[in-house]
């Protein structure tokens, strides 16, 4: 018996979860072709959106979210084209608000972070599409910490209802207070790691680990080790809680 097979770090409670890598179990993403999917995070975990890393093999191709769905992507390995004429790299992403018409498709294999959920309208706004690359994005520093850099990957206007960004941490940085808050996050480790804080339990986590924290989870991040560490994490903003649908 090898009970290295019955052991793992993934971790699911009533407010939060940490999906780690050797427990991912793959499963097809409807309409798309020749992609598999693990699915980190979805309303069945309590969550008001749902989080993917997608693998598409050579000559994937993706298929449109439901109706009322936005999509944000963001490529993790290889390349993608976007359409006809635009190529996604390493880093590259793209938003689609809903009914946006869009395909994904490759030459060779890939892997992509996908976030999608429900889009909440708003009287007189709409969200755009938005395509780029993390590299041009400016950083700013986290509440003036130089060695917490915050990159906004989409545009804080109304009509869009949620964020993406990507947080970059150098070794012993740290958020500088214990958060809890009305929004909910969903991330993913790109590098390095370090360790979690997530109610009352202490994580540690690394490259590849996922996370989902929902409304008021106090929540502390610190980055251990010798390197940098840099997390993706979505969150629902610009909308009114008390006019939103309560998650069942």
Known sequence: MNIEHATSRTR???????????????????????ASAIT?????????????????????????????VERFVYVLDGTVHLDADRLLGGDGYAYFPPGATHRLHTEAAARLLMVEKV???????????VVGHEADVEGEPFLGDPDAILRPLLPD??????????????PGATLPLVESHVMEHGLIFLQGGGVYRLGDDWYPVTEGDAIWMGPYLPQWFGCLGKGPAKYLYYKDVHRDVLTETPTP
């Open 40 to 68: 980190l995070i979805a309303p069945r975990m309590g969550a008001g959106f749902a989080m993917h890393l997608v693998t598409l093999e050579a000559g994937g191709a993706s298929g449109p979210p439901p109706d009322g």
């Open 12 to 34: 699911v409670a009533r407010d939060h979860a940490l999906i780690t890598p050797e427990s991912h179990v793959p499963a097809p993403l409807v309409g798309w072709t020749s």
């Open 119 to 129: 889009y909440r309208p708003l009287a007189g706004c709409s969200p755009r599409v």
């Open 157 to 170: 206007e109304p009509g869009f209802d949620f964020a993406m960004n990507s947080f970059a941490f150098q």
